[in-house]
Structures are given as structure tokens and as C-alpha cells.
């Protein structure tokens, strides 16, 4: 009874996230409990995992178009030859299995890399050092804005076919020019990202006695340079590969 009582605390904790953060956080500072952000980690990998199921048939037949394309550099291959090629491709087998490890291995990864950033960056705005201990729940809290994400991003990928729908700011701006600084980098302000951050930094201001507008100022930096290094990168490969 107890270990139920304890679950329908926790859930109930993790619904104020998406309303009421701040009583959120408040009440995980007076009461940090290591199962109860394991359990954050296990929903949000679990629901991330199922949407990987849900889309690998988007992403089966979007590799299987990407093959048909390549068939016409290839004049050699017979029409036998492709159909067995274009048939194995949309085989379930190990890359398919890897593929679907690696999406909620990427959410620990996730919340790893944006704690050791949170924990620097409250350090820098608050003046005293912060302890993981804390740092870690408060990231595994923020870290649930992915379970709306994927949700939303799961039925838009099956809505439009494409495995990488939009939800940027540019879709409602509706910018024409490709060419410009704005669109280059545009589609790396997600709007779930900024949600992620506003919670992460409320999070550590709250916790930790400090300002949550310097905290979401210095995350906002470190973010802003991640999507231009991301996506520069990948533009980049666009041009070299």
C-alpha cells in the first residue's frame, strides 16, 4: 500500500510539471527521492521507445524510397537484383533493433549532458556550487516535457510521412527565404526545447535559491550554441558528402 501511495504522490508530482512547476519543484526540493526520478527516467524511455515502434514503418518505407532513388545511379543492377536489395531493406533485423535501443538510451544521454550544463551554468549565476544529488531530479522533472513531444511529434510523423515533422517557430512564420541566417538555423529552435529549458531553469532557481531569469540566460547561450555547431555541422555534410 505503501509503495502505491508513494506512485500516485509521484504521478501526481509529475502532472504539476506541465501546469504548476513551480509547486512542482518545490515539493521535490523538500522531498528528493532517487526512485522517484528513476521512475521519471523508465516513463520517458519507455514512451520514447513505444513511439520508436510505432513510426519504424515511416521509417522502413522512407528508406526504401531513399533506395529507390539510389537504383538510378546504379544502370547495372538488374530488376531481380533490386527487388531482393529493396526487399531486405524493409526487413525488420539488427540495425532496426539498434536504432530502437539507441532512442531511449539517447534520453539518458539526455539528461546526463543538460545536468553537467545545468549544474555549470547555476553554478556561474548563483555563486555557489550545486550538488548532482539535486541536479540530477531536476533535470529527470524537465526531462517529461518529452513525453507530450513525442506524443505530438509521433502523430505528426504518421499524419505527414515524414520522420522529421517541424516544430519550429518557422512553421507559423513562414519564411520564403532559404538563404537567410534565420532559416538556416530556424528548425533547431524547437519549441519543446525551449519548454525543456524554461523548466530546467525554473527548476534550479527554486531549488537552489537563485535567479531563475540568469539561469535561463546562461541556458539559453549554451542551447543557442549547440543548435548553431549542430546545425552547421550538419550543413556542412550537405556540402562535402
Not at 505528426?156 to 520564403?176: I, K, R, Y
Not at 541566417?181 to 526545447?193: I, K, Y
Not at 540568469?214 to 539559453?220: D, E, I, Q, R, Y
Request: charge should be negative; aromatic fraction near 12%; charged fraction near 15%.
Amino acid at each position: 500500500m505503501n509503495a502505491s501511495t508513494d506512485l500516485a504522490r509521484y504521478a501526481g508530482r509529475w502532472l504539476q510539471v506541465f501546469y504548476r512547476p513551480g509547486k512542482a519543484f518545490a515539493d521535490l526540493e523538500t522531498e528528493p527521492s532517487p526512485t522517484e526520478w528513476m521512475l521519471v527516467l523508465i516513463l520517458v524511455m519507455s514512451v520514447v521507445l513505444c513511439a520508436g515502434i510505432v513510426t519504424l514503418p515511416v521509417a522502413l518505407d522512407t528508406e526504401r524510397a531513399l533506395i529507390e532513388t539510389e537504383f538510378q545511379s546504379y544502370s547495372d543492377l538488374n530488376a531481380d537484383q533490386q527487388s531482393v536489395i529493396l526487399r531486405e531493406a524493409v526487413q525488420f533485423d539488427h540495425r532496426q533493433l539498434i536504432g530502437l535501443l539507441i532512442m531511449p538510451a539517447s534520453v539518458c544521454f539526455m539528461v546526463a549532458a543538460w545536468s553537467v550544463v545545468g549544474k555549470h551554468c547555476g553554478e556561474l549565476t548563483f555563486g555557489k556550487p550545486l550538488q548532482y544529488g539535486k541536479v540530477f531530479p531536476i533535470t529527470g522533472y524537465a526531462s517529461l516535457v518529452l513525453v507530450p513531444e513525442t506524443i505530438v511529434k509521433t502523430s505528426l510523423v504518421l499524419l505527414s510521412g515524414s520522420l522529421d515533422p517541424p516544430v519550429h517557430p518557422g512553421v507559423f512564420l513562414n519564411d520564403t527565404d532559404p538563404e537567410t541566417l534565420w532559416s538556416l538555423f530556424q528548425p533547431g529552435v524547437d519549441f519543446f526545447g525551449i519548454w525543456f529549458l524554461f523548466l530546467l531553469g525554473l527548476g534550479l532557481a527554486r531549488t537552489f535559491r537563485g535567479s531563475a531569469k540568469l539561469t535561463w540566460l546562461a541556458l539559453g547561450l549554451v542551447w543557442a550554441m549547440w543548435i548553431v555547431i549542430r546545425r552547421t555541422i550538419e550543413l556542412l555534410g550537405t556540402v562535402y558528402v
